[in-house]
Structures are given as structure tokens and as C-alpha cells.
């Protein structure tokens, strides 16, 4: 007892809100760690087409440098 106080007993609804709010935390994470894969793959989607789209390119090029000659 502190200043003449009772402290308030454990009660079984303390673990569910315990519970609860780990469940929260935890869908909280798991939704960040899939939008992160989600702007992750559009990055690699855009390098991917990016990059055919250089080497498109650079096979155009080569052609027109061919049929100057």
C-alpha cells in the first residue's frame, strides 16, 4: 500500500485488452510490411520496363547506324 491506497486488482479483462492491442500492433506491421512490397514492386516494374525500353532503343539505333552505312 502506497499513501494508504488499494491498488486495483489483475481482472481477466486487463489480458484481453493486453491481447487486443498486441493483435493491432501486429496487423499494423504486417499492413506496412505489404505496402512496402507493393511500392517495391512497382519500382522494380518501372526499372524492368525502363530498361526494355533502353534496350528497344538501342537496337533501333543500331539498326538506323546500319542501313546509314
Known amino acids: 500500500m502506497d499513501n ?3 491498488r486495483r486488482p489483475i481482472r481477466s479483462s486487463d489480458f484481453l485488452v493486453i491481447a487486443t ?3 493491432y500492433n501486429l496487423a499494423q506491421v504486417v499492413s506496412g510490411l505489404f505496402e512496402s512490397l507493393y511500392e517495391l514492386s512497382i519500382y522494380y516494374s518501372n526499372q524492368k520496363t525502363e ?3 533502353a534496350w528497344e532503343q538501342m537496337a533501333q539505333d543500331l539498326e538506323t547506324l546500319e542501313e546509314d552505312r
Open 4 to 6: 494508504n491506497r488499494i
Open 21 to 23: 492491442e498486441t493483435a
Open 51 to 53: 530498361t526494355n525500353q
